[in-house]
C-alpha cells in the first residue's frame, strides 16, 4: 500500500514539474524578437583572372603533348611579366586523349589531343588589354573565361556583416518602440553564410577561341561591372 501510495505521489510531481517547465520555455520565447538585417558594399574590381586553354591534336600523341608544353612554357614566361610565377600563375597537368570529329555522320578518329589550362591572376587592370595582345601572339586555342574580383574580398564581406547588424539592430528598436516595450541583450547572432566567390565575382561569360587569329595579335577591352558584395544578419534580442 505504501508503495502505491509513493508512485501516485511521484506522478503528480512530474506532472506538476511539467507544466511549470512548458509554461516557463513558453514565456521566455515569447519575450524575445527575431529580425534580420542586410549589408551591401558596391566596389569596383581590381583584378581579373583569366583562364588560358591550350589544346592540339596531332597524329602522335607525344607530338601533340610536346606542342602543348611547348605554348604553355611560351604562355608562362609572358605571364610572368606580368604577375608573380608563385603566387598568380597556376597551371593543370596535361591530359591526352584520343580526338573524334563528326565527319560523314559518323565519328572519325582524327588524332591525338594533348591540353593544359592556365590560371592567371593579373593585378593591374590597366594592362589587360596589352596582356590579351600578347596572349593571341602566341598558340593558345582560347581564352575559357574572365573573372572579375577584388583582391580584399573577405574585409569587404566583415564590413557588410557590420552594416547587416547594424541595419539588424536598428530594425529591432524600431519594432520595439511601435510596440511599446524596450529591447534588452543580444541573444542570437549568426550570418547566413552565403557570400561566396560565385555570388562576388563578375564573370563575362565570354569563351574567345583565337584558331583562326582573326584578332591579328590586337587586344580586347572589356569593362567591368561594379561587384556587389551582400551579406545578411540574423538576430535575436531579447524583450525586457
Same mark, same amino acid.
Do not use: W
Given at each position: ?35 534580420? /538585417? ?34 604553355? $612554357?611560351? %604562355?608562362?614566361? !609572358? !605571364? ?16 591526352? &586523349?584520343? $580526338? ?6 559518323? &565519328?572519325? =578518329? ?9 590560371? =592567371? %591572376? !593579373?593585378? $593591374? ?9 600578347? !596572349?593571341? @601572339? ?9 573573372? =572579375? $574580383?577584388?583582391?580584399? *574580398? ?9 552594416? *547587416? ?16 516595450? @524596450? ?7 549568426? &550570418? ?12 563575362? /561569360? ?7 587569329? *582573326? ?13 556587389? =558584395? ?11
Amino acid at each position: 500500500m505504501k508503495k502505491k501510495s509513493i508512485f501516485i505521489i511521484f506522478t503528480g510531481l512530474i506532472g506538476i514539474m511539467l507544466v511549470i517547465s512548458c509554461h516557463s520555455g513558453s514565456k521566455e520565447s515569447e519575450n524575445r524578437i527575431r529580425v534580420s /538585417g542586410e549589408g551591401k558594399i558596391r566596389i569596383m574590381p581590381d583584378q581579373v583572372t583569366l583562364t588560358i586553354n591550350t589544346a592540339f591534336t596531332k597524329p602522335r600523341m607525344i607530338d601533340a603533348v610536346r606542342e602543348t608544353q611547348a605554348t604553355v $612554357d611560351t %604562355v608562362i614566361a !609572358l !605571364l610572368q611579366k606580368y604577375g608573380n610565377k608563385k603566387e598568380d600563375i597556376k597551371t593543370s597537368s596535361v591530359s591526352a &586523349n584520343k $580526338d573524334y570529329q563528326y565527319i560523314g555522320n559518323t &565519328n572519325k =578518329f582524327v588524332g591525338y589531343q594533348a591540353q593544359q589550362t592556365i590560371d =592567371f %591572376v !593579373l593585378h $593591374d587592370l590597366s594592362k589587360f588589354t596589352e596582356l590579351t595582345g600578347k !596572349l593571341l @601572339e602566341t598558340k593558345i586555342s582560347g581564352i575559357g573565361s574572365i573573372s =572579375f $574580383d577584388h583582391s580584399k *574580398a573577405d574585409s569587404i564581406l566583415r564590413e557588410a556583416d557590420l552594416i *547587416a547588424y547594424d541595419d539588424a539592430l536598428k530594425s529591432a528598436k524600431k519594432l520595439a518602440s511601435r510596440a511599446n516595450v @524596450e529591447i534588452g541583450k543580444l541573444l542570437f547572432l549568426s &550570418n547566413d553564410g552565403s557570400a561566396s566567390n560565385e555570388s562576388t565575382q563578375y564573370r563575362t /561569360g565570354m569563351a574567345l577561341e583565337t584558331f583562326n587569329k *582573326a584578332y591579328g595579335g590586337e587586344g580586347f577591352k572589356i569593362a567591368p561591372e561594379v561587384l556587389e =558584395f551582400k551579406r545578411t544578419i540574423f538576430t535575436e534580442f531579447e524583450i525586457k
